[in-house]
């Protein structure tokens, strides 16, 4: 018959030429290539990430999504963790710390630490953290004494 069969899958150079394009901006890990799925909000998605972030699985899971928290580590949109407790204020270099922060002066104790967790803008007008803050003292507890061990 001559005409274009058309099939259930995708031709060998386009499948190239979107998984290239999809490893490029950081969205492979949220295709299913066997299902056909795209899924960015799943509960399956912390199961396909290639390499889960550090403290993924612990208790500042939350604080990943902007901080890394390895030694050493790159800053993703907020500073790097690593040594926090006990550090000063506004000292990650390279960083651009909103005028609040960075004119606060003193270092981060668990005690100030928890009290910006409980509301940032609170304890700190004019912050650029987005948060608006963790009720919960227990949450704040366990993540400030996990951050506590994220040390030399």
Excluded at 67 to 92: C, M, Q, T
Excluded at 111 to 132: A, I, V
Aim: net charge positive.
């Amino acid at each position: 018959m001559g005409g274009y069969i058309m099939s259930k899958h995708l031709p060998p150079p386009v499948l190239t030429i979107a998984t290239g394009v999809l490893a490029l901006t950081g969205l492979l890990g949220m295709v299913d290539l066997e299902a056909g799925t795209f899924w960015a909000s799943s509960t399956k998605t912390l199961e396909r990430y290639p390499t889960q972030p550090a403290g993924w699985n612990g208790p500042a899971r939350q604080c990943v999504v902007c901080h890394n928290l390895e030694k050493d580590g790159l800053a993703r949109v907020a500073p790097n963790l690593w040594g926090i407790v006990g550090a000063p204020k506004a000292a990650a270099k390279g960083y651009g710390y909103s005028q609040a922060l960075a004119e606060a002066g003193g270092i981060w104790t668990k005690q100030e630490l928890d009290r910006y967790l409980t509301k940032p803008d609170r304890f700190l007008p004019g912050t650029s953290k987005t948060m608006t803050g963790l009720p919960d003292a227990k949450e704040r507890t366990e993540i400030i004494e996990f951050l506590a061990t994220l040390k030399d």
